[in-house]
């Protein structure tokens, strides 16, 4: 919903405390309807520019601490200044959502909603209604973790085939798969499997060497992000389906 949200297929409902803006100065959002900037995992200051009622203005997620990052609020200033009232509950629209209308655009969402996709495809379903037509569009399926596979984790492993059925049957023409990689594809990569390898992907998971590492203390494997090589069988898929569809 957050990649939707700055994505334009789902509106962004803010309230702003007071009801209206002052001069320039940051207003504290009272009510967000998805926090879109919001992330555990980093202390960034993120700020999204758009407009409310017409008005430019300049969103900005506040956190403070590193570990744990605590979020502190969502506040809004205007480009110009302002004294304009702004109801509850009005849509604000971020200027990369409408710059990207017209574009090509490759669309992976619902990894962090694991193990519960339900509704993932509806979103989705929004967000290609919002790029503008011919819509220019591939649509990458979730991925499995290392432990989400057809021995261990089977109840999420299940979830992200069963979704990214959906998904493959709604966007046949589009759909990018993120299942394990063919001999062929291996090949293409100049990768040769080991053997733990070849059981990951028996197994139905993308295997452990085009995972990333997470540097610990102590070092381990990324049971989830790809690494360069996993990246790269990633990014041949979605090449070849570009050039299937005269994108590219």
Same mark, same amino acid.
């Given at each position: 919903?957050?990649?939707?949200?700055?994505?334009?297929?789902?509106?962004?409902?803010?309230?702003?405390?007071?009801?209206?803006?002052?001069?320039?100065?940051?207003?504290?959002?009272?009510?967000?309807?998805?926090?879109?900037?919001?992330?555990?995992?980093?202390?960034?200051?993120?700020?999204?520019?758009?407009?409310?009622?017409?008005?430019?203005?300049?969103?900005?997620?506040?956190?403070?601490?590193?570990?744990?990052?605590?979020?502190?609020?969502?506040?809004?200033?205007?480009?110009?200044?302002?004294?304009?009232?702004?109801?509850?509950?009005?849509?604000?629209?971020?200027?990369?959502?409408?710059?990207?209308?017209?574009?090509?655009?490759?669309?992976?969402?619902?990894?962090?909603?694991?193990?519960?996709?339900?509704? /993932? !495809?509806? #979103?989705?379903? @929004?967000? %290609?209604?919002?790029?503008?037509?011919?819509? *220019? +569009?591939?649509?990458?399926?979730?991925?499995?973790?290392?432990?989400?596979?057809?021995?261990?984790?089977?109840?999420?492993?299940?979830?992200?085939?069963?979704?990214?059925?959906?998904?493959?049957?709604?966007?046949?023409?589009?759909?990018?798969?993120?299942?394990?990689?063919?001999?062929?594809?291996?090949?293409?990569?100049?990768?040769?499997?080991?053997?733990?390898?070849?059981?990951?992907?028996?197994?139905?998971?993308?295997?452990?060497?085009?995972?990333?590492?997470?540097?610990?203390?102590?070092?381990? /494997? !990324?049971? #989830?992000?790809? @690494?360069? %090589?996993?990246?790269?069988?990633?990014?041949? *898929? +979605?090449?070849?389906?570009?050039?299937?569809?005269?994108?590219?």
């Amino acid at each position: 919903m957050q990649i939707a949200c700055r994505q334009g297929g789902e509106p962004i409902r803010v309230s702003l405390t007071g009801g209206a803006f002052n001069g320039v100065n940051q207003v504290i959002l009272s009510y967000v309807s998805t926090p879109f900037l919001s992330t555990p995992a980093s202390p960034v200051t993120p700020a999204y520019s758009g407009k409310i009622n017409g008005i430019p203005c300049i969103i900005t997620r506040n956190t403070t601490g590193v570990s744990p990052v605590v979020e502190v609020s969502y506040t809004i200033r205007p480009v110009f200044s302002q004294n304009t009232v702004i109801a509850d509950n009005s849509i604000f629209t971020p200027d990369v959502a409408v710059n990207a209308i017209n574009d090509i655009q490759i669309l992976w969402i619902g990894r962090n909603n694991v193990p519960n996709l339900a509704g /993932v !495809d509806f #979103i989705l379903d @929004n967000m %290609i209604t919002n790029i503008a037509k011919p819509r *220019r +569009v591939v649509v990458i399926g979730v991925l499995n973790a290392l432990n989400e596979n057809k021995t261990t984790g089977i109840a999420a492993y299940n979830q992200v085939i069963a979704h990214n059925a959906i998904v493959k049957s709604k966007y046949p023409l589009n759909y990018v798969s993120s299942e394990p990689p063919t001999s062929a594809e291996m090949t293409r990569l100049a990768f040769t499997p080991d053997t733990t390898d070849l059981a990951d992907i028996d197994k139905g998971t993308i295997p452990t060497r085009m995972r990333g590492v997470i540097t610990g203390p102590p070092v381990s /494997v !990324d049971p #989830i992000h790809l @690494n360069a %090589i996993g990246a790269q069988l990633i990014v041949n *898929r +979605v090449f070849d389906k570009l050039k299937s569809l005269n994108l590219i």
